[in-house]
């Protein structure tokens, strides 16, 4: 199966060797986005609820790339520097998506400085369904 890189100056830019999004037939996979302003390359605030809906104007910008949206997901993984702040999170987290929400695992995990919280998306387009 083909890969398809989606590129788009509306998200970060890697910083590594990895694409922003990948298309393989209808499957849109994500690389993990913050909360960064990609004009500025800084964080919108130290708030992980500010810092949870940048990441996911990221990843709409990254995944409409690809002629997906945030309603092609299917599949969430929040990465979290402090579990403490997981009701600050979710509470954000439901103002992005409506139901059927997608599946979702949220875990614990050390990220660089500043950085609150961190996401990754799977999106499912076209005829997959």
Do not use: C, H, K, W
Not at 112 to 117: E, Q, T
């Amino acid at each position: 199966m083909t890969r398809i890189e989606g590129r788009t100056p509306d998200a970060p830019r890697p910083v590594a060797a990895y694409s922003q999004a990948v298309r393989a037939g209808a499957f849109v996979s994500m690389a993990g986005q913050i909360g960064t302003d990609p004009a500025s390359g800084s964080l919108v605030s130290e708030d992980v609820g500010d810092q949870l809906v940048q990441a996911f104007r990221n990843s709409e910008a990254a995944l409409r790339s690809l002629g997906a949206s945030l309603d092609d997901v299917v599949r969430v993984e929040v990465y979290l520097a402090r579990l403490g702040d997981f009701a600050a999170m979710n509470e954000r987290y439901e103002s992005i998506f409506r139901p059927p929400y997608p599946t979702r695992t949220t875990v614990g995990v050390e990220l660089p400085a500043g950085v609150g919280v961190e996401v990754t998306v799977l999106a499912v387009t076209g005829d997959a369904r």
